[in-house]
Nanobody, 121 residues
Framework: QVQLAESGGGLVQAGGSLRLSCTAS????????MGWFRQAPGKEREFVAA????????DYTDYVKGRFTVSRDNAKNTGYLQMNNLKPEDTAVYYC??????????????WGQGTQVTVSS
């Protein structure tokens, strides 16, 4: 079992930045790929970014490329999502997940509770 907890969400103006953290406990976090997903009201959960367990390869949805950066520190059992130049359309609940490197939610076995990100125009 891996327990995940996100933090760092909040309210920010368009063009601003936030850094989300995902702290893991339980089984070895470094054994899993880490993904970030988001879900806006009335919409399905969508892929945002992922990083391999080694921290080498990353993947992003086109909409956040150049604005978001995913990283991890396995020594601290923590993953990060740096979000710059935020837009109102980025408003959603953001979730981190641990599992198999993929853009598909069902490939991830463990999920955090989510953290709200609200971007005002």
């Amino acid at each position: 079992q891996v327990q995940l907890a996100e933090s760092g969400g909040g309210l920010v103006q368009a063009g601003g930045s936030l850094r989300l953290s995902c702290t893991a406990s339980g089984r070895t976090f470094s054994s899993y790929a880490m993904g970030w997903f988001r879900q806006a009201p009335g919409k399905e959960r969508e892929f945002v970014a992922a990083i391999l367990w080694r921290g080498g390869s990353t993947d992003y949805t086109d909409y956040v490329k150049g604005r978001f950066t995913v990283s991890r520190d396995n020594a601290k059992n923590t993953g990060y999502l740096q979000m710059n130049n935020l837009k109102p359309e980025d408003t959603a609940v953001y979730y981190c997940a641990a599992g198999t490197y993929s853009t598909t939610p069902r490939r991830y076995d463990y999920w955090g509770q989510g953290t709200q990100v609200t971007v005002s125009s």
